[in-house]
């Protein structure tokens, strides 16, 4: 099973949980902790190879020039600073997201750039503070939240203008991306957890584990999804994208810059640590082509229409 990048795993799990037993709710909020731990982190080292997507997101959307567009679970603003490109001082750009020093770097970064149609905003997509019919294009590059997918898609249908769509992409976590990272992170992981890293296997088993978790590995049950919260028009495309690395430690840095990843590294010892980037580079050798490392990432869009 493909688990490359924020989608949810089946990681093996030693029980050690510290605590108490997490609801869904609390598990999805620690996960979006982590995107505002590694904010930085994630935008030099995640950021690049997410361009390429969000560009499809915006392609599939047909964006214009003046339109009001609205990135959801933005992070960095990835897709937000994409739709800049086309978007200009005629039309609008707010990118959301709940992990706030994620938001306020995208905030940092847009005013250094001078791109006075774009903002960003600390904001829950599944209760948004934005009026209806206040926006033309929503776009979601891995953005929709882990928990209440039923209410973020509500209220994308209720911001949405007539002629408004919505596209967004996620993980086939169906598919194998073939590459050994996460099965070589597992097998070095030390008996012992520490207590985040116990709590953040526990959070992703949580999430994995809910109806709605269950229900999002497979195309079906998004389409299911989107079409309860009203929308009719749902148009499903499956699609390899290849994620082009220039070295094996380029994949691992963008491995290492997702927090869960991140807190399992820093629990090894400097020796383990190094012996895992080993076994890494010596596993992809064969791999490794003039370009660099290609990881295939299965891929699913969804293009809906108002
Ligand atoms: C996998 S990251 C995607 C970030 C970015 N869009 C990208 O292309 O890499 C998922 C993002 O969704 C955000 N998120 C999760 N649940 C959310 C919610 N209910 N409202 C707003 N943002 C949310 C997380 O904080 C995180 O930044």
Redesign the pocket.
């Given at each position: 099973m493909v688990r490359s990048?924020?989608e949810v795993g089946e990681s093996a799990c030693s029980g050690q949980f510290m605590g108490a037993p997490l609801d869904p709710e609390e598990a999805?909020r620690l996960l979006?902790e982590g995107?505002g731990r590694m904010a930085r982190a994630y935008d030099a080292n995640?950021g690049p190879y997410?361009v390429p997507i969000?560009r499809r997101l915006l392609e599939l959307g047909r964006i214009g020039a003046e339109e009001r567009v609205l990135d959801?679970?933005?992070?960095i603003g990835?897709?937000a600073f994409e739709a800049a490109t086309t978007v200009d001082e005629r039309g609008s750009i707010l990118g959301?997201?709940?992990?706030e020093p994620?938001v306020r770097l995208a905030a940092e970064k847009a005013a250094t750039m001078d791109l006075r149609q774009l903002r960003f905003d600390v904001?829950?997509?599944?209760a948004m503070t934005l009026p209806a019919d206040s926006v033309d294009l929503v776009l979601s590059?891995?953005?929709h939240?882990?928990v209440?997918r039923d209410r973020?898609f509500a209220e994308v249908r209720r911001v949405l203008g007539p002629r408004g769509r919505f596209v967004l992409s996620t993980w086939d976590t169906t598919k194998s991306s073939r590459v050994p990272f996460r099965e070589i992170l597992e097998r070095r992981r030390p008996r012992i957890l520490a207590p985040d890293v116990a709590r953040l296997i526990e959070a992703r088993k949580v999430i994995a584990s809910t109806d709605e978790g269950r229900a999002t590995q497979s195309g079906d049950g998004w389409i299911r999804l989107l079409r309860n919260a009203g929308f009719s028009a749902v148009q499903a495309i499956e699609e390899i994208h290849p994620a082009v690395f220039r070295s094996p430690d380029a994949f691992l840095d963008y491995s290492f810059a997702w927090d869960d990843n991140e807190r399992e590294l820093r629990q090894m010892t400097p020796e383990g640590r190094e012996a895992l980037r080993q076994e890494f580079r010596e596993r992809v050798a064969e791999r490794m082509g003039k370009e660099g490392l290609v990881v295939d990432w299965p891929l699913r869009y969804f293009v809906v229409a108002r």
């Open positions: 990048g924020g999805s979006i995107y995640v997410h969000a959801i679970g933005c992070g990835i897709a959301i997201d709940l992990a994620a904001m829950d997509s599944r590059c891995f953005g939240p882990l209440g973020c």
